[in-house]
């Protein structure tokens, strides 16, 4: 399984972006999916993540009612839309993958990971 992670970049506080993760696997629609982040200095940490058939959503309270996560099963695709952004968003941010249909809010959750796409929120 690959991930392949896109859509970040440098925008100003209140902007929007959509990140799009891309995986490669022969059954995704049966992955449990998520999103994490690791900002300068910080560790790793949970933003978002999904079900096998997105019926079941988990954000972090620090991106509750800003960030929305979705899934397109016929491409293979998860998606993070991320509305009114804060300086405090700036990361690089991981989409992750687990062959199981959970939405886990942990790191160890997942088996797989994505290279990482970088978001810079200017104030």
Do not use: H
Not at 12 to 36: E, H, I, K, N
Not at 79 to 96: F, G, H, I, S
Request: proline share 2%; glycine share 12%; net charge positive.
């Amino acid at each position: 399984v690959q991930l392949q992670a896109s859509g970040g970049g440098l925008v100003q506080a209140g902007d929007s972006l959509r990140l799009s993760c891309a995986v490669s696997g022969p059954t995704f629609s049966s992955y449990g999916m998520g999103w994490f982040r690791q900002g300068p200095g910080k560790e790793r940490e949970f933003v978002a993540s999904i079900s096998a058939a997105g019926a079941t959503t988990n954000y972090a309270d620090s991106v509750k009612g800003r960030f929305t996560m979705s899934r397109d099963n016929a491409k293979k695709t998860v998606y993070l839309q991320m509305n009114n952004l804060r300086p405090e968003d700036t990361a690089d941010y991981y989409c992750a993958c687990r062959r199981f249909a959970g939405a886990s809010v942990t790191t160890q959750g997942y088996e797989y990971w994505g290279q990482g796409t970088q978001v810079t929120v200017l104030q």
